[in-house]
């Protein structure tokens, strides 16, 4: 960072945003510099940026380091999350800065090097919507388009659109009700979700106080500063629209094209319509994936509620989220196990058998449909191996981040961290030999509150 390359002007980006539902209409990186953005292999721009290298012109008084220790953890999660299948920022490295950085006590310091598709925020749109700088906004789109949607406006998938700013506010609200299911799916909890923590690219962004639940109870919350619980894992697909909508107010000016009632009407009209369609959408991703995850296909009453009664027995016996579905894949195809099983450290509860006749009853019934078909519903190792590739063994588990972030801090022991990215690194795939890592945390192991770092 201090030896750029030639041509390049390192930035911290500015931006505004909704903060636990306040608006904030000046914000930006405290401690993130924008080094560049690069061209990879694949043709596609990167922005390369470090989290924690130091003061800038957003810091608010705070000195823009950051500790080691949400350095390791937005590297262990966003790596998780990339081996999980779900949109992320990248983690490239994660430097120990040597420096002695002061909060509630001295900790070590560290550098994380965080890459990205680009880090264009709703909140960026917000800042210049809030001063109704238009042309601002309406540049941003045009760069946003380019960068992220350039079939909106030409090449051979070409969106028909009148207005292409309207085009980019459904590519936008249909990308992160994508994200959201992908997130409730594996019972992520991003913690803060902010406005300014939602990329136009759809990209997961921002692993501060963020965690994975063990139990399941869709009212978790792990923030240490969400005392209201606002970010709860339930409420993340509806605060997820109401984000958007703050998009579309920013964008509403362009949607607009002339200074008649009739068109400031029509215009308003287009982004409510654009923003009805979230929930439909959220929900048509959320269920094809927790149906899948049941080994199930059709999206029918009956196996919906499969799906929801079965959250809801969770819930009641606090079962283990993530080895819940893992044991399930397990049971659907017992006669020809492939995999090593997790039942040595996880069974399900003796009050879920009512409910495993319900759901074997609605697996044959599939199966018989389909049994003249080569489709996987009509072979239940395809079946299984299908239900494997949704329902992950390995997850970043708290009191696993925990021990390695204490082992870097108190002992400069990277061990720990490393061994946990590289298991995290094939998440889906079972070895016995590596039980504590898929093991849930023991009552005195359980990390009931998380902390962003700043």
């Keep these: 960072g201090n030896q750029g390359p030639a041509n390049t002007t390192p930035i911290a980006t500015a931006y505004a945003g909704h903060q636990f539902g306040g608006w904030n209409p000046q914000l930006g990186d405290g401690r993130a510099v924008l080094l560049g953005e ?3 292999r694949d043709g596609n721009r990167y922005d390369i940026q470090l989290k924690g290298a130091g003061r800038t012109a957003y810091s608010r ?60 925020r709703i909140g960026t749109f917000q800042f ?5 700088d238009i042309e601002a906004v309406r540049a941003l789109a045009d760069h946003v388009i380019a960068r992220h949607f350039p079939f909106i406006e030409n090449g051979p998938d070409a969106v028909p659109a009148t207005n292409p700013y309207f085009a980019l506010l459904e590519n936008v609200i249909a990308r992160q009700a994508h994200l959201i299911a992908l997130w409730q799916s594996i019972g992520f909890i991003h913690g803060v979700m902010n406005t300014d923590n939602m990329l136009l690219s759809g990209e997961t962004i921002d692993y ?49 094209t002339d200074d008649t009632p009739e068109a400031q009407a029509a215009g308003v009209e287009m982004a409510r319509a654009a923003l009805s369609r979230f929930g439909e959408l959220y929900q048509t991703a959320y269920y094809g994936i927790m149906l899948r995850k049941l ?26 989220y993530t080895l819940t579905f893992r044991r399930l894949a397990e049971l659907v195809n017992p006669a020809q196990q492939t995999e090593a099983s997790v039942v ?56 696993l981040i925990a021990e390695a972030i204490q082992a870097a801090e108190t002992a400069n022991d990277f061990q720990p961290f490393q061994q946990l990215v590289d298991i995290l690194a094939n998440p889906y795939r079972y070895d016995p030999q590596l039980a504590r890592y898929a093991t849930p945390p023991r009552p005195d192991q359980v990390v009931a509150k998380t902390f962003c770092g700043t």
């Design 128 to 132: 210049f919507a809030g001063r109704e």
């Design 38 to 40: 690069v061209i990879g």
């Design 61 to 120: 008084g705070g000195d823009g380091r950051s500790p080691l220790g949400p350095v390791l953890r937005e590297y262990i999660v966003s790596e998780a999350m990339a081996a999980l299948g779900v949109p992320t920022t990248r983690s490239l490295a994660a430097v120990a800065s040597g420096d002695k950085v002061f909060r509630d006590s001295v900790l070590p310091g560290g550098v994380l090097t965080r890459v990205a598709s680009s880090h264009i």
């Design 208 to 256: 501060g106080p963020c965690a994975f639940m063990d139990n399941f109870n869709p009212a978790t919350v792990y923030s240490s500063i969400d005392a209201r619980g606002r970010y709860a894992y339930q409420n993340q697909p509806a605060i997820a629209q109401w984000n958007v909508s703050w998009l579309a107010q920013s964008l509403l000016p362009l949607f607009i």
């Design 295 to 320: 080994g199930l296909t059709a999206n029918i009453p009956e196996n919906l509620a499969l799906v929801n009664s079965l959250l809801e027995l969770m819930t009641e016996h606090g079962a283990d």
């Design 344 to 399: 040595d450290i996880f069974e399900l509860p003796e009050g879920f058998q009512p409910w495993l006749a319900q759901w074997q009853a609605q697996l044959a019934s599939e199966h018989s449909t389909f049994e003249h078909s080569t489709s996987e519903q009509a072979n239940p190792a395809a079946r299984q191996q299908t239900m494997f590739a949704l329902s992950p063994v390995f997850i970043p588990r708290n009191h």
